[in-house]
């Protein structure tokens, strides 16, 4: 690792003021890592640097063709001060897939962890301390070929950068969903599964779509028959069935069109612990609908890296618009929610060897 710190780094008041303001991706720590590979040269000795602008001609090919994957993890503070951070080897593993995918260079596990390692070390500083509180991280990597002909980049270009999430859950509030007949978010044979700003570019009008029917979410149905429920916008879906102690715990099945949330996996095993059935099954929006009227679903949340897990209410689309519970957060959502937070923020036992410290 090349190491050139940066001279204006902040003072540790004025970082420390910038964390305490929370919210997200509006500051960003003082270093980043880069690592350039070519189809020549392989992978070139990652450099961590002063965060800053980078320079591209014009014809670099991820402008015009979209060559460009990403990954989203998080670094908790523990109660001792040190910073762990969560699952960070599924991150690497799935940045390497979504490398294949999109025709990139599958950057080997453990020069992914050492670039992580290696700005938290030096950044370390900006892991905020209140529970709810993170540092996210964001891996992402791009084709740099210069050139307009298409075709698989010879040239990539990894980065990492780090930005404070404050804690932004706001428990009185379920998020409203619009289910999109119009748009379609992923096929069989797509990019669905894989972790891509084209995915999200692509997804940005059906965005707007639910905003101009008043919804806060988009909800993503199979292309084929178009009755699959698969995802909410950028994170994955649960459904509580039943409630207390015999309740049952289930999400979409993975069927090569859903993002494969590190999030929904883990929650896999939390809700276990605690007791519940767990199911990895196919839901149509007709189950939702007539789940709700009947009571047997009795909370919907939707999960991910960024917000963890979040209630969802109000789900509105051409069919009509029904409503899960009192539009307030679940009980059994929310247990879940507190015991994934308690593993990250380690002030509970790490049964499942998930965290990983930062040395
Ligand atoms: C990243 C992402 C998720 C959630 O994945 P986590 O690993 O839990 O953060 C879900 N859906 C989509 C489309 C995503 O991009």
Not at 81 to 106: D, Q, V, Y
Not at 166 to 171: H, I, L, Q, R
Not at 290 to 298: N, P, R, Y
Request: glycine fraction near 10%; aromatic fraction near 8%; hydrophobic fraction near 40%.
């Amino acid at each position: 690792m090349k190491i050139s710190l940066n001279p204006h780094a902040k003072d540790a008041a004025t970082r420390d003021a910038l964390v305490a303001e929370g919210g997200f991706g509006k500051y960003y720590t003082d270093h980043m890592v880069v690592c350039e590979w070519s189809e020549k040269e392989g992978w070139g000795e990652p450099e961590l640097k002063p965060y800053g602008p980078i320079s591209l001609d014009p014809a670099t090919a991820v402008f015009h063709y979209g060559q460009e994957i990403f990954e989203g993890m998080k670094a908790y503070r523990q109660p001792d001060g040190s910073i762990s951070l969560f699952r960070p080897e599924a991150n690497a593993k799935r940045f390497a897939k979504s490398a294949a995918r999109l025709a990139l260079p599958e950057m080997p596990e453990a020069l992914f962890l050492e670039t992580v390692d290696a700005l938290l070390q030096q950044d370390g500083g900006w892991v905020p301390n209140k529970v709810g509180e993170s540092l996210y991280i964001r891996p992402f990597m791009f084709a740099t070929e210069v050139g307009l002909g298409v075709r698989p980049s010879n040239k990539a270009l990894y980065m990492l950068i780090a930005t404070p999430a404050g804690a932004y859950f706001d428990p009185s509030k379920a998020v409203s969903v619009w289910i999109s007949t119009e748009y379609v978010r992923a096929a069989q044979g797509g990019t669905g599964e894989a972790k891509c700003g084209g995915n999200y570019a692509a997804s940005l009008v059906a965005q707007k779509a639910a905003a101009k029917e008043g919804c806060d979410q988009v909800v993503w149905i199979d292309a084929i028959e178009r009755k699959w429920v698969e995802e909410m916008g950028g994170m994955n879906l649960y459904f509580v069935k039943g409630s207390g102690s015999s309740a049952t715990v289930v999400t979409p099945k993975l069927t090569g069109t859903l993002l494969p949330g590190i999030t929904r996996d883990s929650i896999l095993s939390v809700a276990k612990d605690l007791g519940y059935k767990t199911d990895e099954v196919m839901i149509s929006i007709d189950d939702w609908r007539e789940g709700v009227a009947s009571g047997e679903i009795s909370e919907i949340f939707a999960c991910g890296t960024a917000a963890v897990v979040s209630p969802v209410g109000q789900a509105k689309s051409v069919m009509g618009t029904w409503v899960t519970g009192d539009g307030q957060p679940g009980v059994i959502t929310m247990q879940i929610r507190n015991a994934l937070l308690a593993i990250q923020h380690g002030t509970v036992v790490d049964t499942h060897n998930w965290m990983s410290a930062v040395k």
